[in-house]
Protein backbone atom coordinates (compact mmCIF):
# COMPACT_ATOMS: atom_id res chain seq x y z
CA UNK A 1 0.00 0.00 0.00
CA UNK A 2 3.15 2.03 0.95
CA UNK A 3 4.19 1.75 -2.76
CA UNK A 4 1.71 2.96 -4.38
CA UNK A 5 0.61 5.46 -2.39
CA UNK A 6 4.26 6.90 -3.10
CA UNK A 7 4.31 5.98 -6.64
CA UNK A 8 0.81 7.88 -6.56
CA UNK A 9 2.62 11.12 -4.92
CA UNK A 10 5.48 11.30 -7.34
CA UNK A 11 3.43 10.78 -10.66
CA UNK A 12 1.47 13.89 -9.29
CA UNK A 13 4.93 15.82 -8.98
CA UNK A 14 5.90 15.14 -12.15
CA UNK A 15 2.73 16.05 -13.30
CA UNK A 16 3.14 19.33 -11.67
CA UNK A 17 6.51 19.76 -12.84
CA UNK A 18 5.89 19.64 -16.22
CA UNK A 19 5.45 23.14 -17.55
CA UNK A 20 2.20 23.55 -20.07
CA UNK A 21 3.48 25.56 -22.94
CA UNK A 22 3.73 29.49 -22.72
CA UNK A 23 0.09 31.36 -24.04
CA UNK A 24 0.92 34.90 -25.81
CA UNK A 25 -1.61 37.11 -27.65
CA UNK A 26 -0.80 36.94 -31.34
CA UNK A 27 -2.69 39.66 -33.52
CA UNK A 28 -3.96 38.71 -36.71
CA UNK A 29 -3.54 41.69 -39.86
CA UNK A 30 -7.70 42.25 -39.24
CA UNK A 31 -6.81 42.83 -35.81
CA UNK A 32 -8.60 40.25 -34.18
CA UNK A 33 -6.27 38.96 -31.45
CA UNK A 34 -5.57 34.97 -30.84
CA UNK A 35 -4.21 33.58 -27.76
CA UNK A 36 -1.73 31.02 -29.05
CA UNK A 37 0.27 28.35 -27.03
CA UNK A 38 3.84 28.92 -28.17
CA UNK A 39 5.66 25.26 -29.03
CA UNK A 40 9.54 25.57 -28.70
CA UNK A 41 10.92 22.02 -28.54
CA UNK A 42 10.14 18.99 -30.45
CA UNK A 43 8.26 17.24 -27.99
CA UNK A 44 5.23 19.97 -27.91
CA UNK A 45 5.61 20.62 -31.72
CA UNK A 46 4.93 16.96 -32.35
CA UNK A 47 2.17 16.65 -30.19
CA UNK A 48 0.22 19.81 -31.81
CA UNK A 49 -3.30 19.59 -31.82
CA UNK A 50 -3.37 16.00 -31.96
CA UNK A 51 -6.66 14.18 -29.85
CA UNK A 52 -7.74 17.83 -28.73
CA UNK A 53 -11.50 17.69 -29.38
CA UNK A 54 -11.68 21.60 -30.75
CA UNK A 55 -9.79 24.65 -30.58
CA UNK A 56 -11.58 27.75 -28.76
CA UNK A 57 -12.41 30.25 -31.66
CA UNK A 58 -9.88 32.99 -30.40
CA UNK A 59 -7.32 30.51 -29.82
CA UNK A 60 -3.99 28.85 -32.15
CA UNK A 61 -1.02 27.67 -31.47
CA UNK A 62 2.22 28.72 -32.86
CA UNK A 63 5.23 26.72 -33.61
CA UNK A 64 8.36 28.55 -33.10
CA UNK A 65 11.88 26.89 -35.03
CA UNK A 66 15.63 28.13 -34.86
CA UNK A 67 16.19 28.04 -38.58
CA UNK A 68 14.05 29.12 -41.51
CA UNK A 69 13.33 25.99 -43.86
CA UNK A 70 10.16 23.95 -45.16
CA UNK A 71 8.63 22.79 -41.84
CA UNK A 72 6.53 20.35 -42.93
CA UNK A 73 3.45 19.67 -41.01
CA UNK A 74 0.74 16.48 -40.93
CA UNK A 75 -2.93 16.31 -39.22
CA UNK A 76 -2.35 12.81 -37.71
CA UNK A 77 -4.55 12.17 -34.64
CA UNK A 78 -6.32 15.57 -35.00
CA UNK A 79 -9.87 15.56 -35.20
CA UNK A 80 -11.21 19.15 -36.99
CA UNK A 81 -10.01 20.64 -39.93
CA UNK A 82 -7.70 23.77 -39.67
CA UNK A 83 -5.98 26.45 -41.48
CA UNK A 84 -2.20 26.58 -40.88
CA UNK A 85 0.10 30.11 -41.80
CA UNK A 86 3.64 30.08 -42.21
CA UNK A 87 5.66 33.03 -41.35
CA UNK A 88 9.18 34.07 -42.31
CA UNK A 89 11.42 35.71 -39.45
CA UNK A 90 9.58 38.71 -40.35
CA UNK A 91 6.30 37.52 -39.23
CA UNK A 92 5.27 37.81 -42.15
CA UNK A 93 2.95 35.49 -44.53
CA UNK A 94 5.08 33.48 -46.67
CA UNK A 95 2.34 30.42 -47.37
CA UNK A 96 -1.40 29.46 -46.56
CA UNK A 97 -3.01 26.10 -46.51
CA UNK A 98 -6.48 26.88 -45.58
CA UNK A 99 -8.79 23.91 -44.43
CA UNK A 100 -6.57 21.35 -44.43
CA UNK A 101 -8.37 18.13 -43.25
CA UNK A 102 -7.83 15.67 -40.54
CA UNK A 103 -5.83 12.44 -41.85
CA UNK A 104 -8.17 9.44 -42.05
CA UNK A 105 -5.40 6.94 -43.01
CA UNK A 106 -1.90 6.33 -42.89
CA UNK A 107 0.38 7.49 -44.17
CA UNK A 108 -0.91 11.02 -43.99
CA UNK A 109 -0.09 13.65 -46.13
CA UNK A 110 2.38 16.13 -45.34
CA UNK A 111 1.54 19.82 -46.22
CA UNK A 112 4.63 22.42 -46.47
CA UNK A 113 5.03 25.94 -47.73
CA UNK A 114 6.57 26.95 -50.91
CA UNK A 115 8.83 29.76 -49.45
CA UNK A 116 11.07 29.30 -46.16
CA UNK A 117 9.22 29.85 -42.50
CA UNK A 118 10.39 30.31 -38.87
CA UNK A 119 6.80 30.03 -37.65
CA UNK A 120 3.80 28.20 -38.00
CA UNK A 121 0.53 29.17 -36.37
CA UNK A 122 -2.47 26.86 -36.67
CA UNK A 123 -5.93 28.65 -36.47
CA UNK A 124 -9.39 26.88 -36.84
CA UNK A 125 -10.59 26.09 -40.71
CA UNK A 126 -11.84 29.29 -42.15
CA UNK A 127 -10.46 31.66 -39.49
CA UNK A 128 -7.15 32.48 -42.04
CA UNK A 129 -9.21 33.78 -44.73
CA UNK A 130 -11.89 35.67 -42.20
CA UNK A 131 -8.94 37.83 -40.72
CA UNK A 132 -7.29 38.58 -43.58
CA UNK A 133 -3.70 36.44 -43.03
CA UNK A 134 -2.82 36.00 -46.34
CA UNK A 135 0.51 36.07 -48.05
CA UNK A 136 2.47 39.42 -47.66
CA UNK A 137 0.26 39.76 -44.43
CA UNK A 138 2.18 40.86 -41.02
CA UNK A 139 1.13 38.85 -37.44
CA UNK A 140 2.38 40.07 -34.24
CA UNK A 141 3.21 38.81 -31.49
CA UNK A 142 5.90 38.69 -28.67
CA UNK A 143 7.65 35.77 -27.73
CA UNK A 144 8.34 34.62 -23.65
CA UNK A 145 11.49 35.09 -22.62
Not at 119 to 124: A, D, L, P, S, T
Request: net charge neutral; hydrophobic share 50%; with cysteine.
Amino acid sequence: MRILAATAILLAAAALGAAAPAVVPLTLPSGKVLQVEVMVDDQDRAMGLMFRPSLPLDHGMLFVFENEDFHGFWMKNCRFPIDMVWLDRDRRVVHVAEAVPPCKADPCPTYSPLRKASYVVEMNAGQARREKAAVGAALSFELPR
